[in-house]
């Protein structure tokens, strides 16, 4: 069993900047889909952003050029910068991976962004 321990989340005012951490227990990143997503209230579970194994990366159109998501192997960690933050990025943010016959989910991280 894989687990994901998401780090970072808080508060911050719009435009400001974040750094999520999610950190495997095994080395499966270099090997699988890593993604973020996202859940505000009342919402449905999206996408922002994946890496995959090969470093090739997606993102939602809402977090283009302002989010940047990143891998590094040697700590078996994948990150979320997320810069100029605005309001409606406001949610619990999850990180999952998943590959040949496994999908693992994090616990999830609050991110707030208000004035």
């Known amino acids: 069993q894989v687990q994901l321990v998401e780090s970072g989340g808080g508060l911050v005012q719009p435009g400001g900047s974040l750094r999520l951490s999610c950190a495997a227990s095994?080395?499966?990143?270099?090997?699988?889909?890593t993604g973020w997503y996202r859940q505000a209230p009342g919402k449905e579970r999206e996408l922002v952003a994946s890496?995959?194994?090969?470093?090739?990366?997606i993102y939602d159109d809402s977090v283009k050029g302002r989010f940047t998501i990143s891998r590094d192997n040697a700590k078996n960690t994948v990150y979320l910068q997320m810069n100029s933050l605005k309001p409606e990025d406001t949610a619990v943010y999850y990180c999952?991976?998943?590959?040949?016959?496994?999908?693992?989910w994090g616990q999830g991280t609050q991110v707030a962004v208000s004035s």
């Open positions: 999952n991976t998943k590959g040949m016959g496994f999908d693992y």
């Open positions: 095994t080395n499966i990143l270099g090997f699988s889909i």
């Open positions: 890496i995959s194994g090969r470093g090739v990366t």
